[in-house]
């Protein structure tokens, strides 16, 4: 099994900024796509930015030019920086990766999530 603890979260007042982390850890192998979705109640979970194991981002509109994402892939660690804060980014962050056994078997896994309240 593969494992992802964030780390980071809090509240930030709007127009702060925060950072998040995420170490994989365990039967990794080999870890392609890591990515952050945020999760807010009584709405669906939404991809915020995403980076492949070379590097390619991708970023939802609404976060285009504020946040970044990063990985080290020597520490199997995908990390987001947002920055201008706006109370529309609150909800629960969480994690994903997706990778390949040793075997060659896919397994996707999700942290636990890291909860960003942003006030106005």
């Known amino acids: 099994q593969v494992q992802l603890v964030e780390s980071g979260g809090g509240l930030v007042q709007a127009g702060g900024s925060l950072r998040l982390s995420c170490a994989a850890s365990?039967?990794?192998?080999?870890?392609?796509?890591m990515g952050w979705y945020r999760q807010v109640p009584g709405e669906q979970r939404e991809l915020v930015a995403a980076?492949?194991?070379?590097?390619?981002?991708n970023y939802a509109d609404s976060v285009k030019g504020r946040f970044t994402i990063s990985r080290d892939n020597a520490k199997n660690t995908v990390y987001l920086q947002m920055n201008s804060l706006k109370p529309e980014d609150t909800g629960v962050y969480l994690c994903?990766?997706?990778?390949?056994?040793?075997?060659?078997?896919?397994?996707?896994?999700w942290g636990q999530g890291a909860q960003v309240p942003v006030s106005s």
């Open positions: 980076i492949t194991s070379g590097g390619r981002t």
């Open positions: 365990g039967s990794i192998f080999r870890l392609n796509d």
């Open positions: 994903h990766a997706e990778g390949t056994y040793y075997s060659g078997s896919v397994y996707y896994s």
